[in-house]
Each structure stands twice: as structure tokens, then as C-alpha cells.
């Protein structure tokens, strides 16, 4: 449905046009963003969706997982980002700790999330475990996406952050959760880092987009970690990242001229002054 916000129209990317996109074979594309200023430039930009992630907790916070992060943090990020974006579809990361004790629990976060955030869609981490929050978030009329395969929560778990669902035994249980996360509802699913042949099979085999993290080519769309692409952080290099630019060096370039500038009496010159 087109909208109007000043004097541009636009169509309001909604999980219908998601699934929309899925049946006539566009590439969905979604990056992580967590404040106003950035999530204004992904929006100039045509970006389909943004995941306000839960990553939020190692770019912005440094933490060296996502765990930490709460409940009212990650809606400070989300209200910074809502208030810059009117067309793209805004999906918030439910944390750790908000969702995994019981349904009630999972749909009380989801609600916050929604009403103080004004986002438009939650994200949860994984399967069969957690379907019953799921259905329960979904009969309140909250859109969710789904998380599989690499599930960062679970990190003390894996032990490891390496590509998962390279044994049958847990490439088949992730098929059978994807269906069932397909089949409660989800408008969406991420896979993160598993076989790209595993990618394409859950995505030919659900009806709902699947969005890919290391999952290949043959998925719906793709998501990063905006921080990653775009050079920010420079520690980080898995296969899959694709860095569009290289700004940790080009911002420290610059803050050094600027502090060369200033101890050189340069800055600020007769026209940078009243
Ligand atoms: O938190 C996040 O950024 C994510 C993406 C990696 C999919 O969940």
C-alpha cells in the first residue's frame, strides 16, 4: 500500500510485501542498525528491513556476547531507530533472559517491545523449544521472525561460534524446526552460518522468506551486521562478511588530523570562528 511522508510516496515494507517479494524470486536485504543516525542512512538507501539486533550488546557496548544485553537497552536502541525510518519493516531481537522461562514471559517482552519501541516485528532465537512462546507472541498480533542454526544465546552452550548443522542429526533437526516455525506463523526465518545446500533446501521446503547469515546464495535475502560491512569493526573477518568499506582506518585518519589540526593551532582558522 503506498504511503506519504512529506512530499515523497513510498510503499511501507510490511511482512506481506516480504512474502511477496519470496514468490517472485527479489532478493530481500537487511542490516542491523541501532540508533537514529544509522538507521536514517540505511532507509535513504532502500534497505527492505532492519534488524535492530541483540549484536547491539558487542558493537555498541562491547561486550564479547550477546547476553548482557536487557530488556530496556535493547528498547532505548529500538525507539532511537523507529524514530528515523518510516519505510523499511523494523524487527527487534527479543534478549536473553526475556523469553526463555515461559510463554507469558516471552509475550510480556514481546509487548514492551512493541508499544516502546514502536518497532513493527520481534525476533527470536530458535526451534521446537520455544514454539509455544512463539504461538502465544503471534495470537497477540506481534509479526515474529524466527533464528536458526548459529543461535548467539547459546553460545555456553556450543562452546563455539563454527559453522553448525554439519551432521544429519542437527541439519535434520533444523529442518523440522524450520517447518514448525513456518507453520506456527512466522513471517520469517534468519539462518545463521550453516552449509549453503542446507540454506537452499530449508528455503524451497518453507513458505515464509528465509534471510541468510552465512547461509549462501540460494536463501531469500541476506542480513549483516552493519558495524561488519562497513569496516567499523576490523577483528572480525568470517567468511561471509563482505566488507563494503574499511571506516575503523578512514575514522582514525580523521580524528588524527583533527588532533593534529588542533595542537598545531590550524583549528579553528579565521572562518571557523565568530
Ligand atoms: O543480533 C544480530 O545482529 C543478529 C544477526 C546476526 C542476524 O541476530
Known amino acids: 500500500m503506498d504511503q506519504k511522508y512529506g512530499s515523497q510516496r513510498y510503499t511501507k515494507i510490511t511482512t506481506h510485501v516480504l512474502q511477496e517479494m519470496k514468490l517472485r524470486g527479489e532478493k530481500i536485504a537487511m542490516l542491523t542498525a541501532y540508533d537514529f543516525s544509522m538507521a536514517g542512512i540505511l532507509e535513504a538507501a532502500g534497505i527492505d528491513i532492519i534488524l535492530v539486533g541483540d549484536s547491539a550488546s558487542n558493537v555498541m557496548a562491547g561486550h564479547s556476547t550477546t547476553l548482557p544485553i536487557t530488556l530496556n537497552e535493547m528498547i532505548y536502541h529500538a525507539a532511537s531507530v523507529v524514530r528515523a525510518v518510516h519505510r523499511s519493516l523494523v524487527v527487534v531481537d527479543l534478549p536473553f533472559g526475556t523469553y526463555q522461562g515461559n510463554s507469558k514471559e516471552a509475550l510480556a517482552s514481546a509487548i514492551r517491545i512493541m508499544k516502546e519501541s514502536g518497532a513493527n516485528a520481534i525476533k527470536i532465537e530458535g526451534g521446537a523449544e520455544i514454539i509455544e ?7 497477540a498480533g506481534i509479526p515474529v521472525m524466527g533464528h536458526l ?20 542429526a542437527e541439519a535434520h533437526k533444523l ?3 524450520a517447518q514448525k516455525l513456518d507453520q506456527a506463523g512466522c513471517f520469517a526465518i534468519v539462518l545463521e552460518k550453516i552449509p549453503s545446500s542446507l540454506g537452499t533446501e530449508v528455503t524451497q521446503m518453507v513458505r515464509c522468506p528465509t534471510i541468510g547469515i552465512g547461509a549462501g546464495g540460494g536463501v531469500d535475502g541476506q542480513v549483516l551486521v552493519l558495524h561488519d560491512m ?3 569493526t576490523h577483528k572480525f573477518s568470517p567468511r561471509f562478511l563482505r566488507r563494503y568499506h574499511n571506516l575503523y582506518e578512514e575514522i582514525k585518519g580523521s580524528v588524527t588530523n583533527y ?11 579565521d572562518r571557523e570562528q565568530y
Open 133 to 139: 512462546s512463539v504461538d502465544r507472541i503471534l495470537s
Open 149 to 168: 542454526g548459529l543461535t548467539p544465546q547459546s553460545i555456553h552452550k556450543f562452546g563455539t561460534y563454527v559453522v553448525r548443522a554439519t551432521d544429519d
Open 175 to 177: 529442518v523440522e524446526d
Open 259 to 269: 588532533i593534529a589540526d588542533v595542537k598545531s593551532f590550524d583549528f579553528p582558522n
Open 230 to 232: 562497513l569496516g567499523i
